[in-house]
């Protein structure tokens, strides 16, 4: 199959990014079927967000509950 450069419009800041020919190549090569919908730079942001504990998740520790087993009783 062969592949050719493409531009792409970022979803979050809307600026233009090429996806290159070898970057479609490393999707195929893993399966992946739809191109990337955020620029390099976006991309990168949207990852230390979430490497850093930010997003849905970042209102604390979740609030555990104790359950009782229904067969045996024992909490």
Sequence with gaps: MSFADKTLTCR???Q??????GEQEFYASR?????????????AERRSQRDS????YSSGPRQ???A?????GKE
Excluded: H, I, K, Y
Aim: net charge neutral.
């Design 68 to 72: 009782t087993c229904s067969n045996c």
């Design 16 to 21: 233009e990014f090429v996806w290159t020919a």
């Design 12 to 14: 979050d800041c809307g």
């Design 53 to 56: 504990g930010g997003g849905a």
């Design 64 to 66: 555990m509950f104790s």
């Design 31 to 43: 399966g992946l079927q739809n191109p990337p919908g955020r620029c390099t730079t976006c991309r």
